[in-house]
């Protein structure tokens, strides 16, 4: 049997990790956060000393940086050349600088072929969220979900999970600016053609989880 992929692309503090990791839970499928590979070679390159401005280098030490990443969903992490950096990616520092290096487009290419081995070696089923999931990495995805929420609400989200860990001013950068640099490099604000907009803005999680659950089981009893 094929392995049946789902592909969840959302703006920061859309609840998209949250939602996926349920999702996957709940079908006992696997789950991949594109967004901690691009975290994890941000904390490479800011440990690493080579200049924003060398982007031929920084690809290449991408392409040749080792990435262990876990897609269980109760236990998701990731370690760079057998560092585990599972909290070091969440640092407000790596949270800064991460979109810099996700806009080299060397760099996206070397981690969408990763991210595209990663699902094609999965079992069962995948639950895959990021920023180009529904458009780029697998648009061919059994379902495909753009997960929105209005600014203040997503700000709001980012700030309750951070807590004392960050400063008002870095959420919001965090949130409103890394989503205006992300966006010019990925288009995650408007839904590609097939892409169902599921809008969490007044919606708990249990709730939202509820929504793409049952999408993913129409989808499946039609694809049947
Ligand atoms: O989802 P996140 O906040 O952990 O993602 C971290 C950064 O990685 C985000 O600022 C943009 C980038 N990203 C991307 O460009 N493409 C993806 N598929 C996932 C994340």
Known sequence: MSVVVVAIDGPSGSGKSS???????HFGWAYLDTGAMYR??????????????????????????????????????IAVDGTDVSTAIRDPRVSA???????????RDELIARQRALIAAADGG???????????????????????????ARVARRAAELGARATGAEVTD??????????????????????????STYDDLPTVVGRVVALVEQTLAEEH
């Open 40 to 77: 994890a070679v941000a904390w490479a390159w800011l440990g690493s000393g080579i200049p924003l401005e060398d982007a031929d280098a920084i690809v290449a030490m991408v392409r040749r940086t080792p990435l262990r990443i876990t897609t269980d969903p109760a236990a998701p992490g």
């Open 126 to 152: 995948i639950v895959v969220e990021g920023r180009d999931i529904t458009t780029v990495v697998a648009p061919d995805a059994d379902v495909r979900i753009l997960l929105v929420a209005d600014p203040g």
């Open 174 to 199: 965090q949130v409103i600016r890394r989503d205006r640099d992300d966006s010019r490099v990925t288009t995650f604000t408007e839904a590609a053609a097939g892409v169902t907009v599921i809008d």
């Open 19 to 25: 939602t996926s990791r349920a999702v996957a839970e």
């Open 97 to 107: 600088e991460v979109s810099k290096v996700s806009s080299i487009q060397g760099v």
